[in-house]
């Protein structure tokens, strides 16, 4: 089992749609959970960091941690062409050395379209 | 202002050939990174250095050898390139090893 699993879509939505996002993983050590979002021939941008469990909201994105469930998901509301993008989770420990190395999901493919 | 640059943007080589992609931040960071992604977009970390000491080193084939001649910059070598290192290689930079990391706009390696 990987670490990190992430459905590679693609994920396909009208504008406005609310989309959800999400990655599941296997390593309980993980702590701190990160989104980021990739376009294309681009590098990836920091979107939302979250520290263990809960919500995070900024502006349309929330980000929710669910450790019980090792389950993490993104929402975007009222999606935007501009959102179209690869979203990639990544996730880490708080320990030292090597742990402190993010482990990245494959990636999901998002297009909204106008 | 560009945060995290490399260089080249674009590398086309053959086969057994050594090359080398260049990294520069000029954020004050100090700890930098090389990141593989592959055609999947499966983005891999390879190496870390913080302070110009190495701290991550992944199971990558010797092949590839990082150098960071100062805290700003942190290049990868290639020796003897194999069809398989065709990917895209992201630098990134961190204050530190547990900060948020910046990605450069990556290296799209193609070896022929």
């Known amino acids: 089992q990987k670490e990190v699993e992430q459905d590679p879509g693609p994920l396909s939505v009208p504008e406005g749609a609310i989309v959800s996002l999400n990655c599941t993983y296997s390593?309980?050590?993980?702590?701190?959970f990160m989104w980021y979002r990739q376009y294309s021939r681009k590098g990836p941008e920091l979107l939302m960091y979250?520290?263990?469990?809960g919500n995070k909201e900024d502006g349309r994105f929330t980000a929710q941690v669910d450790k019980s469930s090792k389950y993490i998901s993104l929402f975007i509301r009222d999606s935007q062409p501009s959102d179209s993008a690869t979203y990639l989770c990544a996730m880490r420990s708080n320990s030292g050395g090597s742990n402190y190395k993010l482990t990245f999901g494959k990636g999901t493919l998002l297009t909204v379209n106008p | 202002d560009t945060a995290v640059s490399q260089t080249p943007k674009y590398l086309v080589t053959q086969m057994g050939n050594d090359k080398s992609i260049k990294c520069e931040q000029n954020?004050?960071?100090?700890?930098m990174y090389w990141y593989k992604q592959d055609s999947k977009k499966f983005l891999k970390i390879m190496f870390s250095?913080?302070?110009?000491?190495?701290?991550i080193n992944e199971t990558v084939p010797n092949r590839f050898s990082p150098k960071s001649p100062d805290k700003a910059h942190l290049n990868l070598h290639i020796n003897s390139l194999e069809l398989g290192d065709s990917a895209v290689y992201f630098c990134a930079s961190s204050q530190e090893p547990i900060d948020t990391q910046y990605f450069g706009p990556g290296t799209r390696l193609t070896v022929l």
């Open positions: 250095y913080n302070n110009k000491e190495l701290i």
């Open positions: 979250t520290y263990s469990s």
């Open positions: 390593n309980s050590a993980f702590q701190y």
């Open positions: 954020l004050g960071h100090d700890t």
